[in-house]
């Protein structure tokens, strides 16, 4: 079927498909599981963990390949359930102190203005590689890594998230002379492409053995020498019941926001430009009111959808929109759908940078609503505010290339240009 053919996604999402699908049946079988289109099903999935598991198979479509990958992946906070899934977040949660996030607010503001300033007076670039050094920057000062080790994140993420991208499955960008000796010790067990070109599969342990041993000597580093960084805070916390976060945990949190927390905004960005460059009466309508830019970012996130699906797995037999579903079942959300509901959005395919009210469900909805979403809106805003203070107006300066990818709705290059 087209939404789950890699190849469909290369040429765009299929939108057509989606809602001629969720017109049929707002919850649909689609191979081994069961499509969740709309956008009050999506919502209903995720509010009750205790009948739609994260826990159970995980939260990509595609099973674990063994019991021991399985486990693998249940120890990260994106595939528990509660209690442990409130634990850990609650940890987190309190680490995002509000001088912390100030903070990091200055520092997003700043660098997305150096990084635009630095291509400014060049007439053109890829946009979509300009974009890429944010989130990475960012993610460096919760972690508290040094700059010169932030591409480690982008080619980890590459490898995660591109795994059905032949460009990035083996992306290796990184050069030992260029980083800090914690790094040179991780890219001496980065994993290199067997002889037919294949890597370990990236949602092993096994798969990413370079990013773990940068993790774990990070992590013990934090709990020996904690700097004024986010997770520093988090290793120094002790909670309610005496607990801290172990390095195990630590070393997961470090894959979820690495790779998550980076590939997630990493497409956003030239996703929302995209969206602009596709409708230049509202990008010169942004242009010509700032004010425009809040509700700008949240049509962004909506139109484009960065992450376009997430598993779960039902714990017992049960309804939904009159389809019944059996224990063990997946069932997947499908927020590329739910985000171009027409019953919650008026004219769902139409880009209005005043939507609202836009209640979009790009950042999941319940107990697993993402912890980013915040600092995912600044960066968004900081950029675009950089764009249009530094840049202007910016048309399409060639063809976009998408990411081959099922799950992350990805640009590869955004070829831009504008008046110097």
């Given at each position: ?5 890699p ?18 049946s707002?919850v649909?079988?689609?191979?081994d599981?069961?499509?969740?289109l ?14 739609f ?8 479509i595609?099973d674990?390949?063994s ?9 990260m906070?994106?595939?528990m ?6 634990r ?5 949660t309190?680490?995002?102190t ?6 990091l607010t ?31 920057l960012?993610?460096a000062a ?9 591409r480690?994140?982008y ?7 591109g ?16 980083v800090t ?25 096994a ?7 940068y ?5 013990e580093y ?8 986010v ?6 916390h ?15 949190l ?8 980076n ?7 030239p ?5 602009l460059?596709?409708h ?13 830019l ?5 049509e962004m996130?909506r ?7 997430f598993?779960?797995t039902a714990?017992?037999?049960t309804?939904?929109s009159d389809?019944?579903?059996?224990a063990?079942d997946?069932?997947v ?12 959005f008026?004219?769902p ?7 609202t ?5 790009t950042f ?16 968004l ?8 203070d ?12 998408r ?7 990805g ?5 831009i240009?504008?008046a110097?």
């Amino acid at each position: 079927m087209a939404i789950t053919d890699p190849d469909t996604y290369v040429r765009g999402v299929p939108y057509d498909e989606l809602a001629r699908l969720r017109q049929a049946s707002p919850v649909v079988r689609v191979d081994d599981f069961w499509a969740v289109l709309r956008h009050a099903d999506v919502r209903h999935v995720l509010r009750d963990p205790g009948l739609f598991s994260s826990q159970l198979g995980g939260t990509q479509i595609r099973d674990p390949a063994s019991a021991a990958d399985l486990a693998y992946v249940r120890r990260m906070m994106l595939n528990m359930d509660p209690p442990e899934h409130g634990r850990l977040r609650g940890l987190l949660t309190r680490a995002f102190t509000p001088r912390a996030i100030a903070k990091l607010t200055e520092r997003i503001e700043a660098s997305a203005r150096d990084l635009v300033a630095a291509v400014a007076g060049e007439g053109s670039c890829d946009f979509a590689k300009v974009a890429a050094d944010l989130p990475l920057l960012t993610l460096a000062a919760v972690f508290g890594v040094p700059e010169q080790d932030r591409r480690l994140m982008y080619d980890w993420s590459n490898r995660v998230i591109g795994y059905q991208d032949a460009e990035y499955a083996a992306s290796s960008t990184v050069s030992a002379s260029d980083v800090t000796d914690l790094a040179r010790a991780a890219l001496a067990v980065r994993p290199s492409p067997g002889p037919d070109g294949s890597m370990p599969d990236p949602r092993t342990r096994a798969g990413m053995p370079d990013l773990y041993a940068y993790a774990n000597a990070l992590g013990e580093y934090k709990r020996e020498h904690p700097g004024d960084d986010v997770m520093s805070n988090l290793m120094q916390h002790v909670g309610d019941d005496g607990g801290r976060v172990s390095l195990a945990e630590f070393e997961n949190l470090f894959w979820l926001f690495s790779v998550a927390g980076n590939e997630t905004l990493r497409n956003g960005l030239p996703g929302g430009m995209l969206a602009l460059l596709s409708h230049p009466s509202e990008y010169r309508r942004l242009l010509a009111d700032r004010s425009l830019l809040p509700s700008a970012v949240e049509e962004m996130l909506r139109w484009w959808t960065p992450v376009m699906n997430f598993r779960r797995t039902a714990t017992a037999d049960t309804r939904l929109s009159d389809v019944d579903i059996r224990a063990g079942d997946k069932v997947v959300v499908w927020f590329s759908a739910a985000n171009r509901d027409p019953s919650v959005f008026a004219d769902p395919d139409a880009f209005d940078i005043g939507r609202t009210p836009n209640d979009h469900l790009t950042f999941g909805h319940g107990p697993h609503f993402c912890l980013g979403a915040h600092l995912a809106r600044v960066q968004l805003r900081a950029m675009f505010g950089a764009v249009l203070d530094l840049l202007g107006e910016v048309t399409l300066a060639g063809e976009p290339v998408r990411l081959r990818s099922t799950f992350q709705n990805g640009l590869k290059s955004l070829p831009i240009r504008w008046a110097r």
